[in-house]
């Protein structure tokens, strides 16, 4: 049994990681560090599923979001739009990363693998980076597999599901797929 950091975007995408580490008999604390989710109802909206998922299944939480973290992450991305998942990635396995070394886990992983939107080759790579510059392990998983489970389990538990990745190019690209004529 391992205690394990989960980086968490959003609640219907921890149900099935959580499900699939616990089986395992690991312990689970699901982290919220999300500072690229726009706008910020939209984040406020994710934190809320997030919280009630989390205290409906008694899953240990910790959320940890910097008074400037959507400013930092700006700042990261500014100019460098087509780098913008390399930078995101970074910024918040990098940030699980250190927070599961301080507190004394001995592994983190993050729900983004769950994802069938994701980069998915970029996540595992900057994870393992990112698991070499602080010494700890990454797990990493193709949690895609359980995709279908995990829709029905957060659809069945009423999850709010948003329809992009959280940042607000992506919520352009979503959108404009919307308008196209």
């Keep these: 049994m391992m205690r394990i950091l989960l980086h968490t975007c959003c609640a219907p995408c921890l149900v099935y990681p959580l499900h699939d580490l616990q089986s395992e008999g690991h312990e689970v604390t699901a982290f919220f560090f999300n500072p690229n989710i726009h706008p910020y109802t939209e984040y406020l909206r994710r934190l809320d599923a997030f919280n009630a998922y989390t205290r409906e299944d008694h899953v240990r939480t910790v959320i940890d979001e910097p008074e400037d973290g959507m400013e930092e992450w700006l700042r990261h991305v500014a100019y460098r739009e087509a780098q913008r998942c390399k930078i995101c990635f970074d910024m918040r396995l990098d940030a699980t990363a250190r927070l599961a ?51 029905k389990r957060y659809r069945a538990l009423g999850l709010y599901r948003q329809k992009y990745c959280g940042c607000i190019y992506s919520e352009k690209e979503r959108a404009s797929k919307i308008i196209q004529p």
Excluded at 105 to 116: C, G, I, K, M, P
Excluded at 117 to 122: G, N, T
Excluded at 125 to 146: L, N, Q, V
């Design 101 to 151: 070394e301080s507190k004394g886990f001995d592994a983190f992983s993050t729900t983004l693998l769950y994802s069938r939107f994701q980069k998915h080759d970029l996540l595992k790579t900057t994870g393992e980076a990112i698991s070499r510059k602080h010494a700890i392990p990454f797990i990493y998983r193709d949690w895609r597999i359980g995709w279908n489970e995990g829709v």
